[in-house]
DNA sequence: GTCTATGCAAACAATTTGCACAGCG
DNA sequence: CGCTGTGCAAATTGTTTGCATAGAC
């Protein structure tokens, strides 16, 4: 099973599998609650207990991220491979991915300024989604 | 009091000043415990469960603002007026504040493709701040 | 004096942990 | 068949709430 590569060392259980399966096939942002859910119509026994050991061993093995959105928005997502950003609806709170080159020059300028060696930015941008934006007309 | 210009309606009182005062001048990051014991110095029969009250107070009236970081960091900060970006260190934890004009055309860009109405955008870098990196060699 | 804000303790919500058993390797 | 992962229930942590009293206006 190629996917359960990373998981060198550690059991492939079925649990493990069912959680991989539902973060790669949810467009990728879930809390630990609707995950738990999902999990749970596949695999009735599962515990939530259980999500959270495996969404936390995920994240230590870097298969995985979790995203704290403004207020009371805690998501996990799968890692994948091109660098993405995200748009926030404050109407919905549905999350949207976008991809944009944040230019090596921000980072370089940032770097020199603050002395910080940054390995890593991401853009979060708050707004209304079309559909939001018409419901408040 | 000029600060408590916002406060219009709500009663000031010490707990309030002290809080607002102590969210002032602590460069602007903390988290409701931090916060809760750094009142307790000044005032000792505070309590933390007003620290929360006042903090989503303060939150509803626009004055200071709730920042959830990568892994656990529930920070607090006053609103301020230069639009300003994060950069967190993650060997210490350290926040820092940057400047950047996030340029007008990424918005632009990002509203077109997504249909969404941009309001707010905000970058966070991840990174080693200066001390962590040589004590990472 | 009235009515909002506070302290305290109890309630809640989200996440973690201890233990005995199940099942991967 | 040994040892890691799981389910369950209890523990912990972060935050909110109900109630009687203190104190701002």
Redesign the interface.
């Known amino acids: 099973m190629v996917e359960m590569k990373v998981l060198t060392g550690q059991r492939v259980t079925s649990q493990r599998r069912l959680i991989l399966d539902i973060l790669r096939h949810s467009e990728g942002h879930l809390d630990a609650d609707e995950l738990y859910r999902l999990a749970k119509e596949r695999e009735p026994r599962i515990s939530l207990a259980t999500v959270y050991r495996n969404l936390n061993l995920f994240k230590e093995l870097g298969m995985v991220e979790?995203r704290?959105?403004?207020?009371e928005h805690?998501h996990y997502e799968v890692k994948r491979k091109r660098k993405h950003h995200h748009?926030i609806?404050?109407g919905c709170g549905r999350v949207?991915e976008?991809e944009?080159p944040?230019t090596r020059q921000?980072?370089e300028?940032?770097?020199r300024?603050?002395?910080?060696?940054?390995?890593?930015?991401?853009?979060?941008?708050?707004?209304?989604?079309?559909r939001c934006?018409k419901d408040r007309e």
Chains 1, 2 share one sequence.
């Open positions: 979790g704290h959105f403004a207020e805690h748009l609806c404050l949207v976008f944009y944040l921000i980072k300028h940032i770097s300024k603050s002395g910080f060696k940054v390995l890593n930015a991401e853009v979060s941008m708050e707004g209304y989604c079309e934006r």
